[in-house]
């Protein structure tokens, strides 16, 4: 008897559970803008950058292949312990520089775009 009790309202809870779930689930669009609910939330849009047709949204090869080229650069300067910070800093530097620039071809292929976002908040 114990064992059904404890099914029961276990079973109870997931189906609550699924129930807000979905509720809470729902997509927004610009035309929801401004929408207020009863509970004091409402739908808020906003303009964010997303990432479309590329392989490396991340921009992990550029970020990788600049600390590796910093790395090698950074290498060549200093003695001692002193090289070993010059490596460490070019490979830092070399990478930052690495993900800007393929951020900044990818911005003009055209493969970042502009998309507006809605969710609902509550406050």
Same mark, same amino acid.
């Given at each position: 008897?114990?064992?059904?009790?404890?099914?029961?309202?276990?079973?109870?809870?997931?189906?609550?559970?699924?129930?807000?779930?979905?509720?809470?689930?729902?997509?927004?669009?610009?035309?929801?803008?401004?929408?207020?609910?009863?509970?004091?939330?409402?739908?808020?849009?906003?303009?964010?950058?997303?990432?479309?047709?590329?392989?490396?949204?991340?921009? $992990? #090869? +550029?970020? =990788?292949? @600049?600390?590796?080229?910093? !790395?090698?650069?950074?290498?060549?300067? /200093?003695?001692?312990?002193?090289?070993?910070?010059?490596?460490?800093?070019?490979? $830092? #530097? +070399?990478? =930052?520089? @690495?993900?800007?620039?393929? !951020?900044?071809?990818?911005?003009?292929? /055209?493969?970042?775009?502009?998309?507006?976002?809605?969710?609902?908040?509550?406050?």
């Amino acid at each position: 008897m114990k064992a059904i009790r404890t099914f029961l309202c276990l079973s109870t809870l997931m189906a609550a559970g699924a129930a807000a779930a979905q509720s809470s689930d729902r997509v927004y669009g610009p035309e929801d803008e401004g929408r207020r609910f009863e509970d004091g939330s409402r739908v808020v849009c906003k303009d964010v950058e997303v990432q479309r047709g590329t392989k490396d949204p991340n921009r $992990i #090869a +550029g970020t =990788a292949t @600049g600390a590796v080229i910093g !790395g090698l650069l950074g290498n060549q300067v /200093g003695s001692g312990s002193g090289r070993k910070a010059a490596t460490v800093g070019g490979a $830092i #530097a +070399g990478g =930052a520089i @690495g993900r800007n620039v393929q !951020g900044n071809r990818q911005e003009d292929r /055209g493969e970042r775009i502009v998309e507006r976002q809605c969710e609902r908040v509550w406050r």
